[in-house]
Structure formats: structure tokens, C-alpha cells
């Protein structure tokens, strides 16, 4: 994959976490799910979603991106 084709979808995958990082479709729903409300549920999975996505671009050789110094990999 090309460097400015892996851009792109990088930027894609982190623009789609932060537009729905706020559920506006349950705004108003008073849905519970086990004691808590359904928003605070996808909060919830939505951050985990955030923190793999994010691990998968740190240690899938995009840190580099848009990054002038060099790149030290241990291990």
C-alpha cells in the first residue's frame, strides 16, 4: 500500500472516531442496559474502540506520519 493511500485511510479511520465519539442518535433515549443508559454504553465500547484503533496505528509503523525525526524500534 502506498504511503499516501495508508494516509488517507488513517485520516479516514480517526475522522470516523471522533464523529461519532458523540452519540447524537441516543440524545433524548432513556434506555437502560444493565443499571446504566445505553449513551454511557457506547461511550464506553467507542473508547475502546478508540484505544485499539490507536494502538493499531502506533505500533503498525504509522507513528511516523507527518513526523521528521527517525524512527527507533526496540525489541
Do not use: C, N, Q, Y
Request: net charge positive; glycine share 10%; no cysteine.
Amino acid at each position: 500500500m502506498t504511503r499516501t493511500r495508508s494516509d488517507a485511510l488513517w485520516i479516514a479511520a480517526f475522522a470516523l472516531l471522533v464523529a461519532f465519539a458523540v452519540p447524537w442518535f441516543l440524545w433524548g433515549d432513556a434506555t437502560v442496559v444493565a443499571g446504566l443508559p445505553l449513551w454511557l454504553w457506547w461511550h464506553v465500547g467507542w473508547m475502546a474502540l478508540a484505544s485499539v484503533t490507536f494502538a493499531a496505528f502506533a505500533r503498525g509503523g504509522a507513528w511516523d506520519r507527518g513526523v521528521d525525526a527517525e524512527v527507533i524500534r526496540r525489541g
